[in-house]
């Protein structure tokens, strides 16, 4: 199978599988405990939460561990919320669930919530942040990268204004932390989203960047974990391998962006040429450099797939499921219907090809050619 769906998960990667099996037989203490044992696990969790700092540019200190971005975003929106008891919060109508539900859920306890619009290319206007700020806002939270389209958010621009309005400002960088360039005081963010799966670790880790000064209410509540922003026992086995993947991605993440970029690029090129009515959806920058949303108008993005067991690929985030209704990212853009149910998303890795790019063109063209046909036979 060719695999074309990183943004949906990654694989782990070989040195992040090595790095756990300590953690795995003989190191299996616990972080809190005062003997040998303990102080192991509390020096590996150590290690792993510098190694996360590094690669965002933040303080070790900043750095709370969690199961994944779902948490992480459920703490920083509900955890703001609780604090504050009250007011207004601004989120873009293109966010992952994760960020939407919740936000949802406190528009029913009585929180205001405004959804910012996105332009054709997905963008959050500054503009629209600024006029939706007001005395009562506060929280501000626009992810960094989108994870259908892949565009980029100008967060430095929308940071500014939450800096200026004293508002905390939170970023989904799920999609970006591992793959583009993410420093938090460039971001002008005091909240950042990590998943571990997104970039060559194991699913149920990740982190949430809390700027020195941004309090929450903790979700958990028990000891005094995570400097008593997250309870529970650390998971020294995904925390260490989180911090492996981190320490690789700063290693590497200059040529896999370049390889990343190259190999988007020629699978659109390639695709284009054989579907000259091809449709990117999202911008052509600023972009993830692995990501390619396009729709074939005309076409079903499910049908497509139904008839290519061979091609592992999208119709969207992997979390909405199988069932064939327009993406809210694409309807948000103001993606017509027909282009909308063509679409497919389309997100290469590291271990990606030049050769599986080549053949998943192939695959892709020849199905529609096969479709072509097949309408053909029925208007005949």
């Known amino acids: 199978m060719i695999y074309l769906d990183y943004n949906a998960t990654t694989p782990i990667a070989p040195e992040v599988a090595a790095a756990m099996q300590p953690f795995l037989g003989a190191e299996f203490g616990n972080p809190s405990s005062d003997y040998a044992l303990g102080k192991q696990a509390r020096d590996a969790v150590a290690q792993a939460r510098r190694r996360v700092a590094a690669l965002i540019g933040c303080l070790p200190a900043e750095i709370v561990f969690t199961s994944g971005a779902t948490e992480a975003n459920n703490t920083v929106l509900k955890g703001i919320a609780l604090s ?28 205001e919530v405004v959804f910012l619009p996105v332009d054709s290319h997905g963008l959050v206007d500054p503009a629209e942040v600024r006029q939706a700020l007001t005395a009562d806002t506060i929280l501000i939270s626009v992810m960094h990268a989108n994870n259908e389209t892949g565009a980029l958010q100008p967060l430095a621009q929308i940071g500014a204004l939450a800096r200026e ?79 492996e993947a981190c320490r690789l991605a700063q290693e590497r993440q200059a040529a896999a962006a370049a390889h990343l970029r190259s190999l988007r690029d020629l699978l659109h090129r ?10 990117l959806n999202g ?16 076409f079903s993005g499910a049908v497509i797939l139904e008839g290519l067991p061979e091609l592992a690929a999208s119709l969207g985030a992997a979390c909405h499921g199988a069932a064939e209704e327009i993406s809210p990212v694409l309807a948000a853009m103001g993606v017509s219907l027909t282009v909308a149910r063509g679409a497919l998303r389309l997100s290469v890795g590291r271990p990606t090809t030049t050769a599986e790019v080549e053949t998943a063109a192939a695959l892709l063209l020849n199905r529609l050619g096969e479709l072509r046909r097949n309408q053909g036979d029925k208007l005949s």
């Not at 909240?191 to 020195?212: M, N, Q, W």
């Not at 941004?214 to 650390?234: I, M, N, Y």
């Not at 052509?284 to 005309?298: A, I, K």
Request: aromatic share 8%; hydrophobic share 40%.
């Open 84 to 111: 504050a008891g009250k007011g207004r919060i601004i989120t873009a109508a293109t966010e992952h669930p994760s960020v939407l539900a919740p936000c949802r859920f406190l528009q029913s306890q009585g929180f």
């Open 283 to 298: 911008p052509e920058e600023p972009r993830l450099p692995n990501t390619l949303n396009v729709s074939f108008p005309g």
């Open 165 to 243: 309005a004293g508002v905390r400002f939170h970023t989904d960088a799920a999609q970006s932390v591992g793959k583009v360039k993410v420093a938090v005081d460039e971001l002008q963010v005091d909240f950042l989203t990590i998943a571990g799966h997104k970039f060559y670790a194991p699913k149920g880790v990740g982190a949430l960047y809390v700027r020195s000064g941004a309090a929450f209410t903790p979700l958990l509540h028990g000891a005094s974990q995570e400097g008593g922003r997250r309870a529970g026992t650390e998971n020294v086995l995904l925390i260490n391998a989180l911090g």
């Open 270 to 279: 390639l695709l284009r040429t054989g579907f000259p009515d091809l449709v």
